[in-house]
């Protein structure tokens, strides 16, 4: 695996990594991600679009990572590349000893299939399909999947398995795709906007979920969010601004999801 990378000047990795003593001590320091010098650039015709700038990171197992910054800074260019739905335009990014910069597009599919879970801001569940059915789509694929009574038990959605996505409010819908994400036993979960359209006493009812699965299943998350308040959740927060990361902080101490200011 790869040494530490330099982070934003005054956070620097054995200050801020959780494990490594003071903040997030809980976590172990070992990394799940490790990014470095990531760039992206888009081209449409003669432009270029620099979403990523030379960016390097480390994630660490069961940690949680909140990411800020304005529309178009790179948070969400970012995490579609550490999800194996895009790729880098120059640097390496390597999941475990898994090196996503050269993978194949099958390996991608695999380390997709097998290790990350997606939460986005639009639920995409099935219309035609009860909760528990959307789940089941997940678990009759995976390899090692829990039961979908079992992950939306997860995210307190065990008296409403057999309701239509209509029949659910929109918190409930979220956390039937959390549920759908979780279910088969993901390492990390990439989360975009987890709660950009709900308000906030259902939106901390989906932060109640992620944290739950964070700390029952250790699994890691990064959420990006426009929601400042949801910072006070993380272990470390990360601040983008035009394609880098602009500041690293590593929490002193946590808030439950009830205490997020909204």
């Given amino acids: 695996m790869a040494g530490h990378p330099t982070l934003a000047p005054g956070n620097r990795p054995d200050e801020d990594a959780p494990g490594r003593g003071g903040a997030g001590s809980d976590i172990r320091a070992e990394p799940v991600f490790t990014a470095h010098g990531v760039t992206k650039v888009y081209r449409s015709g003669e432009v270029e679009v620099h979403a990523l700038r ?4 480390e994630l660490y197992e069961g940690e949680i990572a909140v990411m800020l910054g304005p529309s178009g ?12 739905l895009d790729r880098a335009t120059a640097g390496t990014v390597r999941f475990r000893d898994h090196d996503l910069t050269n993978a194949s597009e099958r390996q991608l599919t695999r380390y997709r299939r097998d290790h990350v879970g997606f939460v986005f801001q639009f639920y995409n569940l099935i219309p035609s399909l009860t909760a528990w059915e959307n789940v089941a789509l997940v678990t009759e694929i995976a390899s090692d999947p829990m039961t979908p009574d079992e992950a939306l038990e997860l995210v ?107």
């Fill in 156 to 262: 307190g959605l065990k008296d409403r398995m057999t309701h239509f996505p209509a029949q659910l409010s929109g918190g409930e819908q979220q956390r039937v795709a959390i549920a759908r994400a979780i279910a088969k036993r993901p390492e990390v979960l990439l989360c975009d906007e987890p709660t950009g359209a709900l308000d906030s006493k259902t939106g901390i009812l989906v932060l109640e979920a992620l944290t739950r699965i964070n700390e029952e299943l250790k699994t890691t998350l990064a959420i990006i969010t426009h929601n400042a308040g949801i910072r006070q959740i993380a272990h470390r927060v990360f601040t983008f601004r035009d394609g880098r990361i602009a500041e690293t902080v590593t929490n002193a101490t946590r808030a439950q999801p009830s205490e997020v200011t909204w």
């Fill in 54 to 57: 030379g960016v390097d990171l």
């Fill in 73 to 84: 800074s790179g948070k969400s260019t970012l995490l579609n590349i550490m999800g194996g």
